[in-house]
């Protein structure tokens, strides 16, 4: 029976840089997959160190000594399987960075060969040049041996540079066309993140290497959020038709064990891992075929965010505005609803519709809640500004006529509370409720709606959290937590009048939009595309609504108007989930704040 | 008289990815430079996009149009004159990143000849290989002739890398070894920022390479700040025998003029950036030698961040502490006093000799000053969330016993003001007073004092930032505006009461003797050692002082604990100015929050 060469994927959860917890995790790992004699057992790439790794390296080395100390702790209890385990490896040679990216076959007990990565990612969220040298690439240098069958090792990006299958490659080197030639099935041990319309390019691209080269490929990813990035698993095989043969969960922790040859367990992908390559070209105001990989994706994160720093209970400020309610769902979920503590802080602009939509929707949920009126804070800061502002103006004469300051206060007030509460009681954050829309054209408060100790939605657009908000009123166990009324009235921060209309001012007179907003977003993240650019191209939104040209151009500028001065907020912004295929999260993305785009062309 | 061989260094301050700025900048130059006659001007590395230049060029690839567009409006007012101008150049090859970090080299009115950076720096603030291709290298790819002279040009990193000067080496190619040996003088644009310590570095570096090739070497620096970093220009050249022969100012914008044979200006280096390698080895409470360099650099950064940005005015709390005090000086010499309000905002434990010093501060820069008693506001705050706590208690029953919530309470309200007025007055920005030693302890407020637009000192240690105050004491042209006392006391957030003492809770008691912290920093950022090479290694503070080892490893203990939990704040810290050697700076230092380090080794 061991003929049929049991193999199991280490599909697990590292945290950063916590050697000693990735170790123990392994060994323990190690010691089901000999119960189960299996004949290999694979780990993530780096798993030892856990990725994303930031710069502990540079700073803190002795983590790499930590690695190998592990590495013959786990040597020792090796027996009867062959594993195979990515950690940083010492560059020893004067030459070059100080570490490669590796990944050590043990053996009999022994560390009996090392596979040094050739290809560094070093674009988005990836950094591996930063800290690693790229290893010169031989056939036999990447090939081992276990019971007649030669495996061919490939670390991730090393398998993402197919001359055919790309049209522009970033390296001249394409280790796959030298590795699996020499082999009979292709060992690539990965930490892949998900992003929108990444799974499907993945899918495509292994499939096709497999078929191209008449081998198996086999794919291990880790699984878990570290901060910012969610690990989306799903490690597989694809046999020598470039065909789908097995396959892990989406997300989760798993052992996955198969056999190279036969029938095993092909798990289905959550919906949205799946979304074809097609609907990168085009926007499309129809989210649903991505939601439900962005709700596991956003309660992985909270939930991994919060355990791994040893918190466990959010508090936020329920507004009964759609984005404080979308998060409260996924605090909920994440969390249990009695670690989640809803505030309902109303001010003079609250609405008695906002305020009896957040008692129902905490109801609902079975979250704690209370209300706490800011409306007499709010008056009495605003008297006590009056005369500080009063007196500044004795020395600068130019105070402006109309401010924002009144609008901020209320935010302001409110977060203070926030903190106070997470200052109080034990393992409690606040959360940051703005998204990703708002963050763009900068309509967020700092120290308010913007600030908490975690931003779920930071990276999802608001017409995205409408169908989220949906969506999981139709698929969580309980039905319609949210009542409709929150989905179905337009946006408000509620912290002022409308001039024009005397009513309460919505955020699309404020902005624009949010169909034409979510748009601009989409074309600057996805096509890299210019105002001019835009001018000329024909908007969902137009094809709809009668617009006239002018219109246009005024939201454009706009909105490019305001992405320059909230750049400064992207900077403060906590942390977030990566969520789309392209975001303005810091680990990805970074624009100086003094910077002065000509967004023209 | 042409034969004198004139050269100006455009040793200029760009804005970050303003292309048009900076082209006009460079236009207007090359128009003095043709006045005067001057055979040649070169520029910094890649002014036309400005460093740093963040991800601006992958998600708004037009701007590299926008450099070729420029490129060619350069070239047609270049009569009489070679120009020599860093770009990012588009690579239209299938291989390889999307832009080589290129120097174009203008003659006759036409793009004569382009050189293509080979080495990529990947560290610290540095991400070349994020966006560029490392171009191939050949003596003829690298040289032009201009009256009969061979110049080699050799861009910023590509002098880096001797083989014998340095230990180690990041990279196996060594352009030096191959241009040198074929030209009569180097030519090396550059964008390098100022850092402690790194100038005495790169002096010994460009003069061994000069005498070791027998050969000129000329390097054109940036000037001026972009967010973070700071540019400290002093262009030079060294001579056959690598000995300084010509030498631009310091820190400031300058369009240097000067002669390849005879007789030129050397301007003394501020004080600082000659300090001795030396120094880099062993740790020292004088701080003195850095204190100009120190003082520059952040005049510099506030200066260009707040014009930069369309700012002009900063509104700070006065405390009457050393971090308020220090910030408000730096600022009246930035942005000028009037355009500096000072607010002092005591509460129930400020006292009145904190209240004095604060006014007397004022008084003496010049700047604007007003009190605002924050006592009624933290108290009526205070009472407010003793009502919210106890609801909240009746579902969350582990209150703490003992909180922070009223210390932060305090730091919170006078943010909150600072942002107010920030909100009322045009083009202000409150200033975060947070200094390097209590960053990486977490003894700062999130919304509180670690809160502001700009933070001047984040990247200053609390010993430092006392040698500075006094050294602006005796050096500004007014002298001594910080009282005495305020040098004297020592630090206390003024935010609570010792139960020990029942005095003012002082920053020591809270965390552990300045000198002490100040030195684990520094053995952290300049030698990487582990928690256990502290506890065996001599403390300057030791030396001083009889300390049992068990006091010493409570300390560490508490050292690596607390720098755990102040990531999440360093993650939300205002931009800052990078200052030393080695910083916790977001744009060169990142470590994931999650992360969990055995910081014994």
Redesign the interface.
Known sequence: MDKINKIILAQLNP???????NKNKTISAIKKAIEKKAKLIIFPELFLI?Y?????L??????A??CERALIEIAEISENIAVLIGYPEKNKE????PYYNSVALIKNKKIEKIFRKTLLP??SEHND??YFEPAKITPQNRIFELDGIKYGVIICEDGWNDFEFF??????IDPMAIVAPNADVILCPAASCSRAKKEQLKHNMMSYAAKKYGIKYIYVNQAGA??ELVYDGTSRMYDEEGKLSAMAKSFEEELYEFVLDGKNEINPLIKGLELTLNSQKEFSLDHMPDIERTYVAIKTAIS??FS??GFK?AVLGLSGGLDSTVCAVLLADALGA?NV?G?SMPSGFTTSQSKSDAQELAQNLGI?F?T?PIKD?VE??KE??NT??S??EK??D???KK???TD??QA?AR???L???A????Q?LPIATSDKSELYMGYAT??GDM?G?YAPIADVVKTKLFALARWMNENRAQKNAIPESIILKPPTAELAINEETGKILLAEDALMPYEFLDEVIWR??NL?Q?KEDMLSADFLYEKKNNIDISVKKGWLDKFFKRLNSAL?KW?????SPVIDA?SIN?I????????????D?
Chains 1, 2 share one sequence.
């Open positions: 945290i950063s840089a916590d050697v000693e917890y856990g994303p790794m930031g710069d502990v540079t700073r803190y080395p002795y983590l000594d930590q004067k030459f070059g960075k070093n674009y040049y930063r049209d522009k490659n970033l390296y001249e570290n901060d991994d965010y791994k720093n209970r009695e503590f505030i704690n209370i706490v804070s009495l800061l006590k500004y500080i502002f007196d500044i020395s600068w130019n105070r402006y401010s924002y300051t901020n206060i302001r977060s203070m509370i903190w106070g509460i200052n109080e009681f034990p409690t700092i120290n600030s100790g600057i993240e890299n210019s400064y900077y403060i912004v906590p942390p392209r810091k990805e993305f970074k624009q100086p704040i003094v910077s002065n785009i000509n967004y062309k």
